[in-house]
Nanobody, 126 residues
């Protein structure tokens, strides 16, 4: 079966950094575009970043641009999100997801993602 497992979440002070990872199994990793989403209590799920199969093309939501960096290591079947200059408003559950097709704007289309991880909590205090 397909599994996506996030790790690396935790609690940090504003201005700090975290590195999230998403380990995939049960699929041909480089056949999939990948994305990071987050959801805070009472809010809609937000697509924050996505990356195509090769890692050459990336996209970011305006809320994280310049602070977060998405990358993937296809040899390790792992997706990463480097999170710098964290703000309290970044507090949320973070999910990784895999989609069979990539197109510009897919970051904002969660219905295009076939597989989802269980999430990892990120908490940023002021």
């Amino acid at each position: 079966q397909v599994q996506l497992v996030e790790s690396g979440g935790g609690s940090v002070q504003a201005g700090g950094s975290l590195r999230l990872a998403c380990a995939a199994s049960g699929l041909t990793f480089d056949d999939y575009a990948l994305g990071w989403f987050r959801q805070a209590p009472g809010k809609e799920r937000e697509g924050i970043s996505c990356i195509n199969w090769s890692g050459r093309t990336t996209e970011y939501a305006d809320s994280v641009k310049g602070r977060f960096t998405i990358s993937r290591d296809n040899a390790k079947n792992t997706l990463y999100l480097q999170m710098n200059s964290l703000k309290p408003e970044d507090t949320a559950m973070y999910y990784c997801a895999a989609a069979t097709h990539y197109y510009p704007g897919i970051c904002s289309s969660p219905m295009e993602y076939a597989y989802w991880g269980q999430g990892t909590q990120v908490t940023v205090s002021s």
